[in-house]
């Protein structure tokens, strides 16, 4: 395995240079190159120790990234675990609101928020043409790529899961910040570094995944010093469980979910078993194989998952940032 661009030596979070190699989160291998993490000695994020270019990233997610998944009923109960996070915070959009959804994927967040708060106005965002060409209009809003979106035009922006994915959050930021209003409201959420995942089962976590699919592992500390480099100041940290990474649910049981080692792929060609149904997406647009009673098994799960971890510990960290 060669490996010519190792070397990534700046937390992307908090800009500190020193760290050491975060040896519980693996060696990932693909096409001839092979890169783990570093972890931030100040902030303690874990990053990618391999430069990627955006070529590669982006043939890596053109070729391979499952965005049909996204679609799948899991996720579908995920949008409305979320909706029930804003109401309980009081962080839904008023009436005459622009809300934009960047990486909404096939938009079931936004689909779900609409349905909360039908009269504003919604668009989500995907970084590749194709994907949002894909999965525009289907629910009743357009997905498009984020040239086309002018400066100065969203009250209320959100960010699930998207800042790790890149090895720049830096400049996804402030792409963001870019479409805010003055005193628009911003939410990013993204895996937890002192998640028990990362602590029980590691490399094997289902949200640890390869360091040019997830470069940035945060903590709070880490994204707070980022959002303090981009000039916010007004924002609060929560600490949530959702329904595919608790540590001891569905995902992260290979024997239950087809995921682990060939990570996330669509299942079309499995036999169905005795035990299994077959379910449709809510978007009719891929089919995933599921145990009869898994949904509800892990709805249970997650909410006991929410009593039993830690506040700390748990596998989502959620930011909700006041843009001044
Ligand atoms: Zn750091």
Same mark, same amino acid.
């Given at each position: 395995?060669? %490996?010519? &661009?190792?070397?990534?030596?700046?937390?992307? #979070?908090?800009?500190?240079?020193?760290?050491?190699?975060?040896?519980?989160?693996?060696?990932? #291998?693909?096409?001839?190159?092979? *890169?783990?993490? /570093?972890?931030? @000695?100040?902030?303690?994020?874990?990053?990618?120790?391999?430069?990627?270019? #955006?070529?590669?990233?982006?043939?890596?997610?053109?070729?391979?990234?499952?965005?049909?998944?996204?679609?799948?009923?899991?996720?579908?109960?995920?949008? @409305? %675990?979320?909706?029930?996070?804003?109401?309980?915070?009081?962080?839904?959009?008023?009436?005459?609101?622009?809300?934009?959804?960047?990486?909404? $994927?096939?938009?079931?967040?936004?689909? $779900?928020?609409?349905?909360?708060?039908? #009269?504003?106005?919604? *668009?989500?965002?995907?970084?590749?043409?194709?994907?949002?060409?894909?999965?525009?209009?289907?629910?009743?809003?357009?997905?498009?790529?984020? %040239?086309?979106?002018?400066?100065?035009?969203?009250?209320?922006?959100?960010?699930?899961?998207?800042?790790?994915?890149?090895?720049?959050?830096?400049?996804?930021?402030?792409?963001?910040?870019?479409?805010?209003?003055?005193?628009?409201?911003?939410?990013? $959420?993204?895996? /937890?570094?002192?998640?028990?995942?990362?602590?029980?089962?590691?490399?094997?976590?289902?949200?640890?995944?390869?360091?040019?699919?997830?470069?940035?592992?945060?903590? *709070? /500390?880490?994204?707070?010093?980022?959002?303090?480099?981009?000039?916010?100041?007004?924002?609060?940290?929560?600490? &949530?469980? @959702?329904?595919?990474?608790?540590?001891?649910?569905?995902? /992260? &049981?290979?024997?239950?979910?087809?995921?682990?080692?060939?990570?996330?792929?669509?299942?079309?060609?499995?036999?169905?078993?005795?035990?299994?149904?077959?379910?449709?997406?809510?978007?009719?647009?891929?089919?995933?194989?599921?145990?009869? %009673? =898994?949904?509800? &098994?892990? $709805?249970?799960?997650?909410?006991? =998952?929410?009593?039993? @971890?830690?506040?700390?510990?748990?596998?989502?960290?959620?930011?909700?940032?006041?843009?001044?």
């Amino acid at each position: 395995m060669k %490996n010519p &661009r190792l070397g990534c030596s700046t937390c992307p #979070a908090c800009g500190e240079t020193r760290h050491t190699p975060d040896e519980t989160l693996g060696i990932w #291998a693909w096409e001839g190159i092979c *890169a783990g993490f /570093n972890r931030c @000695t100040r902030c303690l994020s874990s990053y990618s120790n391999t430069e990627f270019t #955006a070529d590669q990233i982006a043939k890596w997610y053109s070729e391979r990234f499952p965005y049909v998944y996204y679609s799948d009923p899991i996720h579908y109960l995920n949008a @409305t %675990n979320r909706i029930k996070f804003l109401v309980k915070r009081q962080w839904l959009p008023e009436a005459d609101h622009v809300v934009l959804d960047i990486g909404c $994927a096939a938009g079931l967040f936004l689909g $779900a928020l609409k349905q909360q708060v039908p #009269a504003a106005s919604y *668009a989500g965002v995907e970084f590749l043409p194709e994907v949002a060409a894909k999965f525009s209009g289907k629910l009743g809003f357009p997905i498009v790529t984020i %040239n086309e979106i002018g400066a100065n035009t969203a009250d209320m922006v959100f960010m699930w899961h998207v800042l790790e994915h890149s090895l720049e959050p830096q400049v996804q930021l402030s792409a963001a910040l870019r479409l805010c209003k003055s005193g628009a409201r911003l939410a990013i $959420a993204c895996p /937890n570094r002192h998640a028990l995942g990362f602590t029980k089962r590691g490399a094997q976590w289902v949200w640890c995944q390869a360091p040019w699919i997830h470069c940035v592992h945060f903590t *709070a /500390n880490g994204l707070a010093e980022l959002l303090r480099r981009n000039g916010l100041s007004d924002f609060a940290f929560y600490y &949530r469980e @959702t329904v595919d990474a608790f540590h001891m649910g569905f995902l /992260n &049981r290979p024997d239950w979910y087809p995921v682990r080692g060939g990570r996330l792929q669509p299942t079309e060609e499995r036999p169905l078993e005795a035990s299994e149904t077959r379910y449709a997406s809510p978007l009719h647009s891929c089919r995933f194989w599921h145990h009869g %009673n =898994s949904l509800r &098994r892990i $709805a249970i799960g997650t909410a006991l =998952s929410q009593i039993i @971890t830690p506040r700390h510990e748990r596998s989502e960290l959620i930011c909700l940032v006041q843009v001044p």
